[in-house]
T-cell receptor
Framework: SQTIHQWPATLVQPVGSPLSLECTVE??????LYWYRQAAGRGLQLLFY??????ISSEVPQNLSASRPQDRQFILSSKKLLLSDSGFYLC?????????????FGEGSRLTVL | EDQVTQSPEALRLQEGESSSLNCSYT??????LFWYRQDPGKGPEFLFT???AGEEKEKERLKATLTKKESFLHITAPKPEDSATYLC???????????FGKGTLLTVNP
């Protein structure tokens, strides 16, 4: 079965500091991977998605970036955090091998920027 | 402009009191409508996928239905453990990118 590991689980960072959130997937190969953010009062917002190693598509212009150095590793980064970057960050992959669209989510990383 | 709107934002029920959650969408070319359950501090958990108007899916006390404009999540005789935020999402194009609504926070009191 598929498992998604995210770390760190919680993070408190000052404004202007860098960020690195990591996501690794087990139990599947060549998955589509996604980064979503869930902020207070807003729905889940798609930030980035990747269909393969080194292939990143950005959905929302912002000071965040993503990378996919390995097939089952997806990293979310920032050089300088803003207050508005606070939120719950979720990594997701396609659930089934036949790509019917169901996403499987990790447990999330909660980021607080002070 | 929101493409996926969920109502109500919050719903309180007594145990055993059946009700429905609504998800309306204003998109064309729908490839699928998805329901998820999210517990506090956790990632969403997949419940159902609906692909065409008239389709229904059931799982325990939950039943999801789909029309051309909206979907309903019916909860029959809910229990306190059904308390969670229920999220609706639509898939429009390729690469299975989902657009989510803001969710309905359901609380079931014993």
């Amino acid at each position: 079965s598929q498992t998604i590991h995210q770390w760190p689980a919680t993070l408190v960072q000052p404004v202007g500091s860098p960020l690195s959130l990591e996501c690794t997937v087990e139990g599947t190969s060549n998955p589509n991977l996604y980064w979503y953010r869930q902020a207070a009062g807003r729905g889940l917002q798609l930030l980035f998605y990747s269909v393969g190693i080194g292939q990143i598509s950005s959905e929302v212009p912002q000071n965040l970036s993503a990378s996919r150095p390995q097939d089952r590793q997806f990293i979310l980064s920032s050089k300088k955090l803003l207050l508005s970057d606070s939120g719950f960050y979720l990594c997701a992959s396609i659930l089934g091998p036949d790509n019917t669209g169901e996403l499987f989510f990790g447990e999330g990383s909660r980021l607080t920027v002070l | 402009e929101d493409q996926v709107t969920q109502s109500p934002e919050a719903l309180r029920l007594q145990e055993g009191e059946s009700s429905s959650l609504n998800c309306s969408y204003t998109v064309s070319g729908l490839r699928g409508l998805f329901w998820y359950r999210q517990d506090p501090g956790k990632g969403p958990e997949f419940l159902f996928t609906l692909y065409s108007a008239g389709e229904e899916k059931e799982k325990e006390r939950l039943k999801a239905t789909l029309t051309k404009k909206e979907s309903f999540l019916h909860i029959t005789a809910p229990k306190p453990e059904d308390s969670a935020t229920y999220l609706c999402a639509v898939s429009l194009g390729s690469n299975y990118k989902l657009t989510f609504g803001k969710g309905t926070l359901l609380t079931v009191n014993p």
